[in-house]
């Protein structure tokens, strides 16, 4: 049974594979040469080549971090090299909750220095080469060290939470274990603004004028209580903008990025708040906070499973069970799941996404809820032709031409491209 399951996980790890290339190669091949006229005031035939080599570039790195990814695990599973992590952390000691955190905080230092590479060269190469990149190698290191502080305070500390849950329980672990992260993730969800984000970005409230005084206008408009609207120095490492809804109650605070507001008119930054205020007034907030419950619920539910079947570890090599080498499993296993999940989850923002924007349009700024899509498009050199089961299975927001359709549909406007 052990050396079916294990022909499963290989089976699952090459499919996955073949089909994010697949679907990389769809994509790239579905770049027209008639742009929207919408369009040709912000993206010039000469950034439309330059959009093609940029996500060209991003690809072709991609296909090779995957593919050394699929062997170094493929080889890793079919030497039982998982056996001899294993056996090296109870030579280190006998305490079962010290062997978990050892063998995770081991395999994730090896897969950080794994990716390290590419990282860097995504953002000191590609990214710096297409004028994105505002990283300073301080900052990428800086960002590193928190990231992996946070990892072994956070991720470590849920891990020995989750494990204890099971020591203690045993038959009702998996729903405790869901409730314990379900409660840290709603904590997440309101305080993650205020706690985390300081860490890595500067937060400026919006400064009285004539920008502050027309969004208060649109929140009265809207029946939105305005709470905190900050200014995010996001150029701090890139030139790429973007504006974002975070918390719940009395913590709802929206973020615009400090690039948004350079590259952007007033009315445009009032389409983009409008949009994130849609979000909210029509509860897609709370609706993602409850799938996300609902699919980690799923998730616990089957690892409670697994734990119960020693020839789940037994398929990758383990010597011998344990919780940690079931977490192990139950990842290479769940993938699928978790594909359609993804699925039914990008589906539904999707959909979101629309609805958020026709409440922007509403407050009649429909218009400029469009200059700004395009305008972020084209600065950001996005693919506006990607293939349709890319968008399906892999993107949350609709494109740029699907949104814009959308926008224009009441108006009975058409699209109309040319060479």
Known sequence: MSEIIFWIIIAILILGFIVDQGLNYLSDKGWSTALPDFVKGEYSDKKYQTAKKYHKEGAQLSIIKSSISLIILIFILASSGFSYLDEWVRSITDNASLQMLL?????????????LPFQW????TIEEKYGFNKTTVATFFLD?????????????GIL??????YELTQSYFWILAWAVISAFSLFMAVFYTKLLLPLFNKLTPLEDGELKDEIEKVALNTGFTLEKVFIMDGSKRSAKANAFFSGLGKQKTIILYDTLIEQHTNKELLAVLAHEIGHYKLKHIP????????????????LGLFLNYPVFPEAIGFGEPSFYASLIAFGLLYSPIELLLGILTNKLSRKNEFEADDFAKNQQLGEALISALVKMSAHHLSNLFPH???IKINYSHPTLIQRVSHLKTNKNESISTSS
């Open 103 to 115: 063998f995770f905080g081991v395999l994730f230092l090896i897969s950080d220095i794994f990716s």
């Open 121 to 124: 060269y995504s953002t000191f």
């Open 144 to 156: 590193k060290i928190k990231s992996w502080i946070l990892l072994i305070l956070i991720g470590g």
């Open 160 to 165: 020995l939470a989750i494990f204890k849950i």
């Open 287 to 302: 609706q993602s906070i409850i799938l996300g419950l609902i699919q980690s619920f799923i998730s616990f539910f089957i």
């Open 388 to 390: 349709p089961l890319d």
